[in-house]
């Protein structure tokens, strides 16, 4: 299984970038890196995924290092309503086909005025 | 409006009564899961379904059943509820596979299990 590790919280000012790391250096070739966050007990919601290459949408900027063995997902510019748990997965299949989806337990990202 | 809905949100039962949480989706999506949350232990699967009749164990299945009969609905289904299945529950779907694809998720269930 594809294992990912994050920080369990960061804080940020608003207004700035807001850099979030998740190692996930058991990654095979061909798997993912998904970011979601949940506000409050709300559903997660997904935010960006990548394979190798960096990527962005309107909301965020996800940064893969060569090796695939860690990513940075980038808020540009934090705004209170970012206050989150973000979460890093690489969903992965077993030997048995089934499909593993691994949360974890995410970074909880403060915003702050 | 795309979504995932569930229901109900909040719940209160007592241990040994039957219950079902239904979940359904617009999006004519192939892949549906269960999840739920604890604190501390991040959200974990419970079951999920490549498509219609297609169900399989995630990785807390016990306690817990689900059926697929149509493409739209997958209710988690307790037979025998007891407190320590008291959690936040979130139904999600996706296109397809969700390790190439993004899964929207409900707006989740409270349970409490007395």
């Known amino acids: 299984d594809a294992k990912t590790t994050q920080p369990p919280s960061m804080d940020c000012a608003e207004g700035r970038a807001a850099n979030l790391p998740c190692n996930h250096s058991?990654?095979?070739?061909?798997?993912?890196v998904y970011w979601y966050r949940q506000i409050h007990s709300q559903g997660p919601q997904y935010i960006i995924h990548g394979l190798k290459n960096n990527e962005t949408n309107e909301m965020a900027s996800l940064i893969i290092t060569e090796d695939r063995k860690s990513s940075t997902l980038i808020l540009p510019h934090a705004t209170l309503r970012d206050t989150a748990v973000y979460y890093c997965?690489?969903?992965?299949?077993?030997?048995?086909?089934?499909?593993?989806?691994?949360f974890g337990t995410g970074t909880r990202l403060k915003v702050l005025a | 409006e795309a979504q995932v809905t569930q229901n109900p949100r909040y719940l209160i039962t007592v241990t040994g009564k039957k219950l079902t949480v239904t979940c359904s989706q617009n999006?004519?999506?192939?892949?549906m899961s269960w999840y739920r949350q604890d604190p501390g232990l991040g959200l974990r699967q419970i079951y999920y379904s490549m498509n219609v009749e297609v169900t399989d164990k995630g990785d807390v299945p016990e306690g817990y059943k689900v059926s697929r009969k149509e493409k739209r609905n997958f209710p988690l289904i307790l037979e025998s509820p007891s407190p320590n299945q008291t959690s936040l529950y979130f139904c999600?779907?996706?296109?397809?596979?969700?390790?190439?694809?993004?899964?929207?998720f409900g707006p989740g269930t409270r349970l409490t299990v007395l």
């Open positions: 997965i690489a969903p992965t299949t077993d030997t048995s086909g089934t499909y593993k989806y691994i």
């Open positions: 999600a779907s996706s296109l397809s596979r969700p390790d190439y694809n993004e899964q929207f």
């Open positions: 999006m004519n999506h192939e892949y």
């Open positions: 058991t990654i095979s070739g061909n798997e993912y």
